[in-house]
């Protein structure tokens, strides 16, 4: 006995009705912390390779047990909202504006701006947390790192150090 023409076009659809139902899902999910670097460059005009926002998702997911977000195509949900339509406009270089623009779609109540200063031995970031829909930053947090292994900088070590050092002053709730 075969399968009537509306039961076959019923099991054609059944994937495509699976991977809505999934997108669905994954959608209502709003990460409650958005994370941006801003990609700087050197002083010979290279972009400096950096994976502060890696580490601070990572950490944050970790500690906190939240969903964290990183600004970047290689963090999944973040690929998904862009293609979404969630996030619009120049995601390789965002404005202030679309950055809380982007945290406001995407129902995050935070979003951290990273901004990474080389400086020969020494590594500057600055760390600026915000509450979607002020303009304000919560907390804000300069620092300057160089960190010495066997006589050189051992950038990826000042970054863990970074990281780390941002985790234990948001579990105490600097102000």
Known sequence: MKPSSRAR???????????????????????????????????QGNFVISDLGVQLVTQMRETFVLEAMEWSLG??????????????????????????DAARALKAPFYAVITLQPRNASLNTVIQVYR?????????????TGVQLEGSNDRRQS?????????VELQQGVR
Do not use: C
Request: glycine share 4%.
């Open 9 to 43: 076009t019923f099991r054609r659809f059944i994937p495509t009705l699976l991977l809505s139902a999934i997108s669905a899902v994954s959608l209502a999910q709003s990460p409650a912390f958005l994370v941006v670097q801003r990609v700087p460059r050197d002083d």
């Open 132 to 144: 979607t829909g002020q303009r304000r930053p919560a907390w804000s947090k300069l620092m300057e």
């Open 159 to 167: 970054e863990t150090t970074i990281v780390r050092s941002w985790i």
């Open 75 to 100: 963090d999944p949900n973040f690929r998904d909202a862009v293609f979404n339509g969630q996030i619009p406009g120049n995601i390789e270089a965002p404005t202030d504006a679309q950055i809380a």
